[in-house]
């Protein structure tokens, strides 16, 4: 027999996670599995935050997108880990609760652009690099010269843009004044202890007392509530290849995946606490 709809999921809770550096690929499978969420009903959602940060315009449209299914009724709670900093802080208070475990590293509220200068090693070497260009900023942050005054003046300028995006955006979704946030967003990284004394989190606590906080919230029973945990499926080789498969991971490799994203994300202004 074919079932016209779905099935609804009125009297259970949908659990998203967001583990590692946000890019593209996280948008669009937390973008999806939000879908999720609202077209099987779900009444609440438990965000599962694991993150250092990471883009810019990514971590605003998660953002944006928790603030739209919360506007429709869905109660959301953020639930911060061992590390929720910077773009993960942007996501997370887009929820309308916020627990994080008493050491949780969260906080590195800032902007970060960073550029390579290789000049003196590729003279050295006697690589050189002829450029054209349309105009004088096209090639800004070039890795074979120096930055000049001017360029940095208009990259300064875009990052004090986009950390007042930032700032604004903290003050409304914890609804502290923003000089209030100015005060403490500097970049520097809180336990989330000092996170709760600042009014970053809500609460101090672990994601099952999280979720059980949840369930009240949505007037559903703690101890009988099922949590289904939203995500992408994909076959076992994808899933090897792309490091979605548990298994252990030396210090190597953990700074491999820190240059990938590094490569990706080239010249883009980052919401990123570096560890």
């Excluded at 911060?80 to 609760?97: H, L, M, P």
Aim: a neutral charge; proline letters at 4%; charged letters at 30%.
């Amino acid at each position: 027999m074919i079932w016209p709809f779905k099935p609804k999921k009125r009297k259970q809770i949908a659990r998203i996670e967001i583990t590692g550096a946000i890019a593209a690929e996280t948008r669009k499978r937390v973008l999806k599995a939000l879908k999720t969420v609202e077209e099987e009903d779900y009444p609440a959602l438990l965000l599962r935050i694991d993150s250092p940060g990471g883009t810019v315009g990514d971590s605003q449209e998660i953002y944006q997108a928790l603030k739209d299914i919360q506007a429709k009724g869905v109660k959301v709670v953020a639930s911060f880990g061992n590390i929720s900093a910077s773009g993960g802080v942007y996501i997370g208070v887009g929820a309308e609760r916020i627990m994080a475990n008493p050491g949780t590293i969260t906080g590195s509220i800032g902007v970060i652009l960073r550029g390579n200068n290789l000049e003196k090693l590729l003279d050295k070497v006697g690589v050189s690099f002829k450029t054209v260009k349309s105009g004088p900023y096209k090639d800004i942050l070039a890795f074979d010269r120096e930055t000049t005054p001017e360029e940095m003046q208009i990259l300064q300028d875009l990052i004090d843009s986009s950390y007042g995006q930032f700032v604004a955006t903290v003050a409304e979704g914890r609804n502290l004044d923003a000089e209030v946030v100015r005060s403490f967003a500097d970049g520097r990284v809180f336990t989330g202890e000092q996170a709760l004394a600042l009014g970053l989190v809500d609460r101090l606590g672990t994601e099952e007392e999280a979720r059980r906080w949840l369930a009240e919230w949505a007037e559903l029973d703690p101890e009988k509530v099922k949590m289904n945990t939203i995500e992408e499926k994909k076959p076992i080789l994808t899933r090897l290849l792309s490091g979605q498969v548990a298994r252990p991971k030396s210090r190597l490799g953990t700074y491999l995946d820190w240059v990938e994203f590094e490569l990706v994300t080239s010249g883009q202004p980052l919401w990123l606490y570096r560890p």
